[in-house]
């Protein structure tokens, strides 16, 4: 199954949170709606890594609706502003609603939180920014923390993962903890708008060990999430990225 459509990511306004590929996730979802003549537009309602490789174009603007409609090469790039060497300023949540009421792109795809490249994680108190105009959030997870400690090496913000899960720093993570995080309205969850859809993924099954570890996650996801019908697993850096798509 192509990505776009495992993640009900070929349309609307699709935002990605978590960690463990949320930029690649990003970018590989626009690369394929280009190559379906589908207008892609990356952009963050939080910091983002210099990505210009990766589209036809950054545009740095107080006014993407305008800019979006100059636009003659997709996929394309939208922010607020140039920080520093490395990275970018995304938009307030409302400057994204804006964008969206217009026509001037098929998917607007949003980085909403940030990882610091990590492999898990559990949102801040700020975060995730959200815009209301959301209809797909995809919260991420590496299924190779499994089996790390539980601590900052690998997760960001361990100490809200724990508070989440009851389970001490330090502790190897499990399964059933990754699940616990991505089902929590505190966790993978949290702040998502009425009305959207959540297809969580689980990146980096590179191996057979890998893929039991993300049966079990979707599974336990499953049962505490009612409102999760459908996991990604991937490989986000393959050419075929899809490994499964588990549904309830």
Same mark, same amino acid.
């Given at each position: ?36 003549? $589908? ?14 490789? *990766? ?79 959301? =209809? ?19 997760? *960001? ?9 009851? $389970?001490?720093?330090?502790? =190897? ?76």
């Amino acid at each position: 199954m192509d990505i776009c459509e495992a993640l009900r990511a070929e349309s609307g306004v699709v935002a990605v949170v978590g960690a463990g590929g949320k930029k690649t996730t990003l970018y590989t979802l626009a690369a394929r709606a280009s190559e379906s003549d $589908r207008r892609a537009v990356v952009t963050a309602t939080v910091r983002i890594p210099i990505f210009d490789r *990766h589209v036809e174009d950054v545009i740095v603007t107080d006014e993407p609706v305008a800019a979006l409609e100059r636009a003659e090469a997709w996929p394309v790039g939208v922010v607020s502003e140039r920080e520093n060497e490395d990275r970018y300023v995304g938009y307030d949540p409302e400057m994204i609603d804006d964008l969206a009421a217009v026509d001037v792109a098929d998917v607007v795809l949003v980085k909403a939180d940030g990882a610091r490249t990590r492999e898990f994680k559990a949102p801040g108190e700020h975060e995730p920014q959200l815009p209301q105009c959301t =209809t797909t959030v995809v919260p991420i997870a590496s299924v190779q923390v499994v089996g790390k400690p539980l601590a900052a090496e690998h997760v *960001h913000r361990p100490e809200r993962v724990a508070a989440i899960t009851g $389970r001490e720093l330090g502790e =190897t993570i499990r399964p059933v903890d990754v699940a616990d995080v991505l089902a929590s309205e505190r966790g993978g969850l949290k702040g998502v708008p009425d009305g959207a859809t959540v297809v969580p993924l689980l990146n980096k099954v590179d191996d057979a060990t890998h893929r039991r570890d993300a049966e079990e996650i979707a599974t336990t996801l499953f049962e505490r999430a009612p409102a999760v019908s459908r996991v990604v697993l991937a490989r986000l850096i393959d050419d075929d990225p899809v490994i499964q798509v588990l549904e309830r």
